[in-house]
């Protein structure tokens, strides 16, 4: 008790040492500093097919199973827990938090990753409803499982947290995707025309995806599962190259065919499937009389070949046709048309037909205000006098699908124009593809249902214009006549849905049929009544692949549907922490890369941060200390000799001591 201090600082470095040899523990976060408290916790796993990803012997998806197991294997009785699917829309597995570990453990082996992408946010926001709503009094915990996949945070269709995460509610997220995965999908495919005529040809384009590294690829095509061609794409062209296939030709129906990429870590999206259509020659319908549609029928029977491409009837008698069998249907000056004929013609348009409508003087502007489909309605019949009728016809949208390939073709068009339908103004949607003058249309576009309506400002025949006699009369004519071929017609394949309308794509359907997925199973489809109609709709078409229509003449059925799940998700490009706390609305997020790392921090937070490290380098800076002032309080005092014969000590830092006995002289 020489010196206060240093009687201090030796007592403050045994009860140091002790303390770290006891190894303390205090909770960082949480109820309380002390044990444990009752807690529900929710765990988020993100089911999208980039969960999927093959990485070493097993996929994310393996990695994020034996991580949620982990989680419930950790709770202690009193703890509860639910868990939620992170997909286009969150899904519950246990939608309220529960305390069976075995049942939810058994719940997590049995789930697979879906075909669809995923959006974390909603779920996050089910999930901490639940939380709340269950016993907001309880510790909670969100484990949010997925890869680091940047996706999933970009927040698209989710409006934000609804439910603000709490500050005393621990959040951990799980990254287990690899740092830079590399993948190469297909995202896209457009046919070129979407329909083809037996002996004409067709192409198949490509658009291409790729994450990481620039990779060489190959595209394999497959028609009736046979290796038709195979194309090479060069690196550095995986981005930017549209790789194109020219189909061979092929007989009349329906073909499966399927683009497939070289295996790699993502099996999921290594093929896209679509159809391809082959068709005999649909007759276009030309309305009218026979001298007013004498270019026409010419035009057509020139261009395709024989009169099977057309067939030709009066304003009269067009109802006694069924408008569902021809490409296109072609009014040339048959207007005024009255109740009937105008609704099945309308109709036949939102059904996906194309109408092409030549004025004449039968019709005046009123004749054309009963029609919804029309581009516009003209405001009046204009002559032109002498010096305004040559007139250079310009291409208003010359990327547009009628009019791109004849732009290239036929060069710069002029035409006399003695007569034309003027318009003040065009319905919603409507657009010029071909103008005759500043801001004056000569051929006009209106998609109407799946449709389209094509409207002239010159008539038919050589009447009001010489454009039947002009060069350029014949190869539009026929560009209308390709295009009403295929607009009508639908995609070559579907993106994966949990539903889907028939009756447009099958109009002739009237019951239910029976669809059979690619895995064999039947389909689900429902008939209801919609507006004194029956509508067809098939459900759950997420297996991609192709869709059959079976019958007892055929068991294996037809291909009718090409699926495909989406591509976004195959865009790997990874996300970062920040990025991650940013959508959360939170700053302090727990991040964990492996089971291991997330394990400890579990750990951390539900039993508390051990410092017994800690106080061990702290009571080996008070050694220093003790040290240091021990020798220079022993110096001090060996200054001025004690005769008494005292025993002093000069210092227990180096942990030894060593006595000095004054009055035995050299003896120590």
Request: proline share 7%; glycine share 8%; with cysteine.
């Amino acid at each position: 008790m020489e010196n206060i201090f240093l009687w201090l600082l030796r007592t403050l470095i045994m009860v140091l040492l002790g303390s770290a040899f006891a190894m303390p523990m205090i909770r960082s976060g949480g109820v309380g500093w002390l044990g444990e408290a009752p807690r529900d916790i929710a765990i988020v796993l993100d089911a999208s097919y980039s969960m999927g990803y093959q990485v070493g012997k097993g996929t994310v998806w393996d990695k994020s199973i034996d991580s949620a197991v982990a989680i419930l294997e950790g709770l202690r009785d009193p703890d509860r827990f639910c868990i939620f699917l992170a997909r286009d829309q969150p899904e519950a597995v246990f939608a309220e938090p529960v305390s069976n570990k075995q049942e939810g453990i058994a719940r997590l082996r049995t789930l697979q990753p879906g075909q669809t992408s995923s959006r974390v946010v909603p779920a996050v926001n089910a999930a901490m409803k639940a939380l709340l709503k269950a016993d907001p009094l309880r510790e909670h915990e969100i484990h949010i499982i997925t890869d680091n996949q940047a996706l999933p945070w970009r927040n698209l269709n989710s409006g934000g947290l609804e439910a603000q995460i709490e500050a005393k509610t621990a959040v951990f997220v799980s990254l287990l995707g690899v740092s830079a995965p590399e993948n190469t999908a297909i995202v896209s495919l457009d046919l070129q025309p979407p329909v083809v005529r037996k002996g004409a040809e067709m192409r198949a384009v490509v658009k291409l995806r790729h994450t990481g590294r620039p990779v060489d690829t190959a595209l394999s095509l497959f028609i009736d599962d046979r290796e038709i061609s195979r194309r090479h794409v060069n690196a550095a062209d995986t981005d930017s190259a549209e790789p194109s296939f020219t189909m061979p030709l092929l007989e009349v129906g329906v073909h499966a065919a399927r683009i497939q990429t070289p295996d790699d870590n993502l099996q999921a999206d290594n093929v896209f499937y679509f159809l391809v259509k082959v068709q005999e020659q649909m007759p276009s319908l030309i309305v009218g009389s026979e001298s007013e549609t004498l270019f026409l029928r010419t035009a057509l029977r020139t261009g395709f070949g024989g009169e099977n491409s057309i067939e030709a009837t009066t304003p009269e008698r067009m109802t006694e046709k069924p408008l569902s069998r021809y490409a296109s249907v072609v009014l040339c000056n048959a207007l005024p048309l009255f109740g009937q004929a105008i609704s099945a013609v309308e109709s036949y348009v939102k059904s996906g037909g194309v109408l092409v409508v030549f004025p004449g003087m039968g019709a005046k502007p009123e004749a054309y205000v009963s029609w919804t489909c029309l581009p516009g309605v003209p405001s009046r019949v204009e002559d032109l006098p002498l010096s305004q009728r040559n007139r250079v016809l310009t291409w208003d949208q010359p990327q547009h699908a009628l009019v791109r390939n004849l732009r290239e073709g036929i060069g710069i068009p002029s035409i006399s124009i003695r007569r034309r339908l003027a318009f003040d103004t065009l319905q919603e949607g409507a657009q010029r593809l071909v103008s005759m003058g500043a801001n004056q249309p000569f051929l006009l576009e209106r998609p109407f249902g799946a449709g389209r309506v094509l409207l002239f400002a010159v008539s038919g025949d050589s009447t009001w214009s010489d454009f039947p006699l002009s060069p350029f009369f014949l190869p539009l004519l026929l560009q209308c006549a390709e295009y009403g071929g295929g607009v009508g017609s639908k995609t070559p394949f579907e993106w994966a849905t949990d539903y889907l309308p028939l009756s447009d794509r099958f109009p002739d359907l009237k019951t239910p049929p029976t669809l059979k997925a690619p895995d064999g199973q039947p389909v689900s489809v429902r008939a209801s009544v919609l507006e004194g109609r029956t509508v067809l709709n098939a459900e759950n078409l997420l297996l991609p692949g192709f869709y059959a229509l079976t019958s007892p003449e055929s068991p294996e059925g037809k291909p009718v549907l090409a699926v495909n799940i989406l591509r976004e998700e195959s865009d790997l490009t990874p996300t970062a922490e920040a990025e991650v706390q940013k959508q959360l609305g939170i700053e302090n997020a727990a991040f964990a890369y492996d089971l291991e790392t997330l394990r400890t921090l579990i750990e951390e937070h539900r039993l508390g941060r051990t410092f017994g490290e800690h106080l061990l380098w702290l009571a080996l800076l008070l050694m220093a200390v003790e040290f240091v002032c021990a020798n220079i309080l022993g110096r001090s005092k060996g200054g001025g000799r004690d005769l008494s014969g005292s025993q002093e000590s000069i210092g227990i830092g180096s942990g030894a001591r060593f006595l000095r006995n004054e009055s035995a002289g050299a003896e120590g």
